[in-house]
């Protein structure tokens, strides 16, 4: 079996899991557990809290002390432990502790993930910017039929999810044993005390371009949760309308929202023409744009014929909205950094992303969510318009701050920080 297939069957595990719960947690704690919105957010804030230190710091073990392949798979078998406590939790406090020590775990995987697939496809002599949007697709494919087989067994509103999630982290711990040894790298006699510790990457904040693109990566993390946290909540609300209850987008939501990944696979297979044609901060603008327009449309959607299709168009424009920062993003910070820091720095990418962005968003969200509900209904065209609006200020903004020239050179041609 080729290398580009066992990183894809990789890349297919470690996003089922993801999508085994991510998108229907919310809907399970607010319908049956009957959390409050705050308590939802407090709860996915826990991804963002654990993204801030967890990969840099296992990114940075990985870069020097520990095989990246071994971290990985340790990581896996304490997802698959705290998943299926989490499975038994009523009380937000203790699902806040529990989804905390699981995101400590799950958060680093995804940068590992990253690093193993950079590592092998350049030990196999393969250009990354060509070869590894398909390997990742296969993530997104993965992420796909995990929500349609929650949606199908009906299990949106049930503990069966952190079941089936934790049953596919202990999977993916074993196959993890199988892929090629990913090597630490040796520390020079001469290297400084900031190089034997790994804070390499953070250089780069030294550098006023990378630390304008990480400031911006950071904000649109607290997008990417928003939508993450209450697309689902937002859908099963349409049960409240007695001329909606018995819709397809109230019986299988999750069928609905996965067409959001279907579109991510069609934008990852994009992203080499995009990147080498504009540069990143074209392609970051698109994602802004396409940020705004998800939320618009959730704002006007509904399930009836028109409302439907607008619904519909804010699913496809996620492909955009996601790739097109999440996957571009990575893929820049691989071109930019030597590769003595390369998981650092993936690591770093996903702290601003996942960590500080995502808990930001989760709380800050919840917090919106709230504000705009009244006796338990909540004005979710507000809500969304709010966070339309938010994203259309992040793209003007950036389009100012962020000074990027692109060159046929800065797609092909490794660069790197000083």
Known sequence: ???????????????????????????????????TGSDVGMVYSSKGLAAIVMPSLVGIIADKWLRADRAYMICH???????????????????????????MAFMPTIALSNTISYSCLEQAGL????????????????????????SLMGVELSNVQLYIAAGSSLVLALYSMTLPKIHVVQN?????????????????????RMAVFFLFAMLLGAVLQITNTFGSPFLHDFARNPEFANSFIVRYPSILLSVSQ???????LTIPYFLKRFGIKTVMMMSMIAWMLRFGLFAFGDPSGMGFALLMLSMIVYGC????????????????VSSD???????????????????????LSGMAVDFFSVDGVKDWQTIWLVFAAYA?????????????????????MRTVAH
């Open 127 to 150: 250009d990354t910017v060509t070869h590894f949007p398909p390997v990742r697709v296969y993530g997104t494919v993965g992420f796909i039929v995990a929500m349609w087989t929650i």
């Open 321 to 336: 909205a996601f790739d097109f920062f999440n996957i571009s993003g990575s893929v820049f910070v691989e071109q930019e």
């Open 77 to 103: 078998l304490v997802c698959a432990v705290a998943l299926c406590y989490a499975a038994h939790i009523n009380e937000p406090g203790l699902m806040f502790w529990v989804m905390l020590i699981n995101a």
């Open 188 to 208: 020079k006699a001469s290297a400084t005390l900031i190089s034997k510790l790994g804070l390499d990457a953070f250089v780069l904040f030294k550098q006023p």
């Open 1 to 35: 079996m080729n290398i580009t297939t066992r990183l894809k069957m990789m890349s297919f595990m470690q996003y089922f899991i993801w999508g085994s719960w991510l998108v229907t947690l919310g809907s399970y704690m607010i319908n049956t557990l009957h959390f």
């Open 392 to 412: 259309l200020m992040l793209a003007v903004i950036f389009w100012f701050s962020f000074h990027y020239r692109h060159t046929p050179e800065n797609s092909t």
């Open 262 to 268: 279907m579109s991510e696979v069609f934008f990852i």
């Open 341 to 363: 820091i390369r998981a650092s720095a993936q690591g770093l990418f996903m702290t601003m992303v996942n960590g500080v962005g995502a808990y930001l968003g989760a709380i």
